[in-house]
C-alpha cells in the first residue's frame, strides 16, 4: 500500500484527485457497514421469502439503470461536482428511509428514490477523473481510487458487523453520517473539472441527449466490452448480495464473522492491487479481462463446496485476485474509448454494469435458491463470468480492438 501511495504521489496528481482518494474512503466505510448485510436486514424485517427480497434490489437496480440516461448529460453540461454532491446526499437519505421503512411499498419508495439519484455520483466521479488524469497515467490513477475504496470496505463490514449485533439502525444512521461528511468534502474542497458548462435546460434537451447517445451506442467496441463488463459483474453482484445470507443459513457463520470476510478482500486490494496492476501490464487490458473473468467462474464456483468459515475465506481470496485483474483494466479501457466531449455519456453507459448486473444477480441468484438450493446459487453465478471470459478471448484476438498494452 505504502509503496502503492509514494509511486501515486511522485506521479504528481493533482490536489482535488487525493481529496477524492480521502472522500472515497470515508464513504465506502459508511456503506459498506451495510451493503453486505442488506438482505438479512430487509428479509428478517419483511419475513419474505429471498426471491421477494431480492426484487427490491431489482427495483433499484431498474430506476438507476434509467436515470443513467440523464446523469450523463447531467454531468457533461451542469458539471460533475453537483452530480456527485446530489447522488452522496441522496444515498445518505436512503439509509434513513430504510430505518422508517417498515412494509414493503415503504421499502420500494425507498429504492426507486435511491436508485434515481445513485447513478448520478458514480458517473460524477468517473468523468472527474477522467478529466483530471491523462490517458497514460489513468489505470495507476484507478488502482489508487480502488485502494481508497478498500480501505473504506476493510473497515465498514466490520463496525457494521459489531453494531449490527445490538443495531441494524445505529448502523444505518452511522452510514448515513459518513455520505454527508464526503458530501461536505465534495462542497467545499473540490472545484468543478468540466470545460464548459451550459444550461441544466440545454443538457438534458431529450433531442440532443439521445443524439449523443446514439453516437455511443454506434461505437461497437465500446458497447461490446461493456456488455461483457455486465456478464461479469452479475456474478461479483450475486456474491456480494447474497453470501453474508450464504454464510448465515448454511454455515452458521453470524454477521460479525462474516465481516472478516469482506475485509480479507479489501485488504487485499489495499496491499496488492500495484502488484497485480504491474503484473497486468504484461497484457493487453482485454487479455487481463478475460483473465480476471475466467478466475471469477473459478472462484464462484467454489463457494458450492465450502463446508466452514475458512473454506469460505480461501473462495473469496481467490474472488479477489481475479477481480484485481478485471476491474481496473476494464475502468481504463473504457475511459481510454470515450472522446473528450462525450465522457459523461460515455462513463453513464459503462456505469451501467452494476445496476444491471446488481438488479439481475440476486433475483437470478434467489430463483435458484427457491428451487434448486442455497448451495446451487454458485453455479449459475459462475456461469456469467465464464461466458464474459469467453467474449474477451474473442475480442481480444483482434489486436486493433484490444487498443495498445498497459504503458508502463
Known amino acids: 500500500m505504502f509503496t502503492q501511495l509514494r509511486t501515486a504521489v511522485k ?42 427480497t431480492a426484487v427490491l434490489l431489482t427495483i433499484r437496480s431498474i430506476t438507476s439503470l434509467a436515470a443513467t440516461f440523464l446523469a450523463g448529460p447531467f454531468a457533461d453540461s451542469v458539471g460533475r461536482k453537483p452530480a456527485m454532491i446530489i447522488g452522496v446526499v441522496s444515498h445518505a437519505l436512503t439509509y434513513v428511509g430504510m430505518v422508517a421503512a417498515n412494509s414493503m411499498p415503504a421499502f420500494i419508495v425507498v429504492m426507486i428514490f435511491g436508485g434515481v439519484f445513485d447513478s448520478l455520483f458514480r458517473v460524477g466521479v468517473d468523468a472527474m477523473l477522467i478529466d483530471l488524469i491523462p490517458v497514460e497515467k489513468r489505470i495507476d490513477a484507478y488502482s489508487v481510487v480502488r485502494m481508497a475504496q478498500n480501505i473504506g470496505v476493510a473497515t465498514g463490514p466490520m463496525i457494521g458487523g459489531a453494531l ?49 447517445y446514439r453516437l455511443v451506442f454506434r461505437d461497437r467496441q465500446f458497447m461490446i466490452s461493456t456488455l461483457l463488463i ?26 460479525a464473522l462474516y465481516g472478516l470476510l469482506p475485509l480479507t478482500n479489501a485488504s487485499m486490494v489495499v496491499f496488492l492491487q500495484i502488484f497485480f496492476t504491474q503484473w497486468s501490464k504484461r497484457y493487453t487490458y482485454l487479455q487481463s479481462m478475460m483473465i480476471g473473468c475466467a478466475v471469477y467462474a473459478v472462484s464462484i464456483s467454489s463457494f458450492a463446496f465450502a463446508q466452514n468459515f475458512w473454506m469460505l475465506w480461501l473462495a473469496f481470496v481467490a474472488l479477489t485476485c481475479g477481480e484485481m485483474f478485471f476491474v481496473p483494466s476494464a475502468t481504463t479501457y473504457a475511459a481510454n474509448l470515450a472522446p473528450e466531449s462525450m ?66
Open 164 to 212: 449490527i449485533a445490538s443495531s441494524y439502525e445505529l448502523a444505518l444512521f452511522l452510514a448515513a453520517g459518513a455520505m454527508v461528511v464526503f458530501g461536505i468534502i465534495l462542497l467545499f474542497g473540490t472545484h468543478e473539472t468540466i470545460a464548459e458548462k451550459s444550461s441544466l435546460r440545454d443538457g438534458l434537451d431529450i433531442k440532443a441527449m439521445f443524439r449523443g
Open 230 to 255: 455486465v456478464l461479469a459483474t452479475v456474478g461479483f453482484s450475486i456474491v456480494w448480495t447474497l453470501s453474508s445470507l450464504y454464510a448465515k443459513q448454511e454455515l452458521g457463520i453470524i454477521e
Open 11 to 52: 506521479a504528481g496528481y493533482p490536489r482535488q484527485f487525493w481529496l477524492l482518494f480521502v472522500g472515497t474512503i470515508i464513504s465506502r466505510a459508511g456503506s459498506s457497514m451495510i451493503w453486505p448485510f442488506t438482505m438479512i436486514y430487509v428479509s428478517g424485517k419483511l419475513e419474505l421469502a429471498l426471491t421477494a
Open 343 to 408: 465522457r459523461g455519456r460515455y462513463m453513464s453507459l459503462f456505469s451501467l454494469h452494476w445496476p444491471i448486473a446488481s438488479g439481475v444477480g440476486p433475483l437470478v441468484g434467489g430463483l435458484i435458491n427457491d428451487t434448486l438450493g442455497m448451495r446451487a446459487i454458485w453455479f449459475g453465478a459462475a456461469l456469467f463470468p465464464l461466458l464474459a471470459a469467453l467474449g474477451y478471448y474473442w475480442l481480444s484476438r483482434d489486436e486493433k480492438k484490444a487498443l495498445i498494452k498497459v504503458q508502463i
